[in-house]
């Protein structure tokens, strides 16, 4: 089992349990830092059609405003095939 976090890496503040990027997270209520439970595994999607490979410009950093196949974290304990699906859906244009 592992141990939760209790206070911010940044700024020493103790965290809090908020609802932060769909799940319920670890946050510092005074600098806003997110702690993200997970191992920085990361999935990619490579989605061609009639010849074409879908490509999204990055939101953020590193590299913000790049193309870049879509792509992201897989969060503690998330199936690597939900994870991939949930960043798809995150580039669709029907949610801009």
Known sequence: ???????CQVCGHPLEDRLAHGRMRR???AC???HFEDPKVA???FIEDQ?????VRRAFNPERG?????AGYVDYG???????????????????
């Open 78 to 96: 998330e199936d690597p095939a939900a994870a991939v699906i949930r960043e798809v859906k995150a580039c669709s244009p029907a949610r801009h």
């Open 27 to 29: 946050v510092c209520p």
């Open 66 to 70: 790049k193309w870049a196949l879509p």
């Open 51 to 55: 010849g074409r490979v879908l490509l």
């Open 43 to 45: 999935v990619t999607a």
């Open 32 to 34: 806003g830092f997110i």
């Open 1 to 7: 089992m592992r141990l939760p976090a209790n206070f």
